[in-house]
């Protein structure tokens, strides 16, 4: 009798230890968490105000509004111009585009440039499309180039529209719904944490579209851009 009360005591004292340990590598995880939060920025290369004079320079550029191949060369040309390879890798492929379903909305991208704490792509369709943003652990950028973006958040019951070479800017941790009104394309630069938004962009598949092909082209190309900046220290 005494023996079997004293196994028990051994018993719940380990498991205290256990949830004692489970409880310190979680308050150190989420420490580790909150400190890279604060120093995230010194990886950032663009500036929000860059690109956006980027766009609209391209815009205005264009022979006709709807000129969206022609807008697209003059960002990347600009950008491979501006920025040495050592200091970031970009993707100057213009017909690397990859099908994208995200929360209900639908468009083809380009990524021009992925790293762990910003991206920058082309996103859009011809056709138009409608959905939620998603909620993100970054900042969103959305450079409108070609067409109309709407957006609706309430309690303003009034729609936001955005043109071209206007941009909408999307905080951290803020939702809305948006529409890429009949054919609307933009650059969308997000700088934050990117890893943490892919689930967003990639549920879809699973949950819908069952469309493998783009997700594997979207995990190959994403995979491979990381990697080219990893590799000269873009974190
Ligand atoms: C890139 O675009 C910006 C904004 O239009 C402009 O100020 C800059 O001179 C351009 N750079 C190159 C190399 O074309
Ligand atoms: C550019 O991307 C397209 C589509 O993925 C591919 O067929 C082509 O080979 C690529 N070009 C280069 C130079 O990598």
Request: aromatic fraction near 12%; glycine fraction near 6%.
């Amino acid at each position: 009798m005494v023996k079997r009360v004293q196994t028990q005591q051994i018993a719940s004292s380990n498991a205290f230890a256990k949830w004692i340990t489970r409880g310190a590598v979680l308050f150190l995880f989420l420490a580790a968490c909150s400190w890279l939060d604060t120093i995230k920025d010194q990886w950032y290369v663009f500036t929000p105000e860059s690109l956006h004079e980027l766009a609209q320079a391209a815009v205005a550029s264009a022979p006709t509004p709807s000129s969206i191949e022609h807008i697209i060369d003059h960002i990347v040309t600009n950008l491979t111009a501006t920025y040495p390879p050592s200091v970031i890798a970009l993707n100057p492929n213009t017909s690397e585009w990859v099908l994208n379903n995200a929360g209900g909305a639908m468009g083809a991208m380009y990524i021009i440039h992925a790293s762990i704490t910003e991206y920058l792509i082309i996103f859009g369709t011809p056709l138009g499309t409608e959905g939620h943003t998603g909620m993100h652990t970054a900042d969103d950028y959305f450079n409108i180039l070609v067409g109309e973006q709407w957006a609706f958040a309430p309690p303003n019951l009034q729609m936001e529209v955005y043109k071209p070479g206007e941009v909408h800017h999307l905080p951290r941790g803020q939702v809305k719904q948006y529409k890429m009104h009949e054919g609307c394309f933009a650059l969308e630069y997000a700088r934050g944490w990117i890893p943490l938004m892919m689930p967003f962009g990639l549920a879809d598949v699973f949950s819908s579209t069952l469309d493998y092909w783009s997700l594997y082209h979207t995990i190959r190309v994403t995979a491979r851009e990381m990697g080219r900046n990893l590799l000269i220290g873009k974190i």
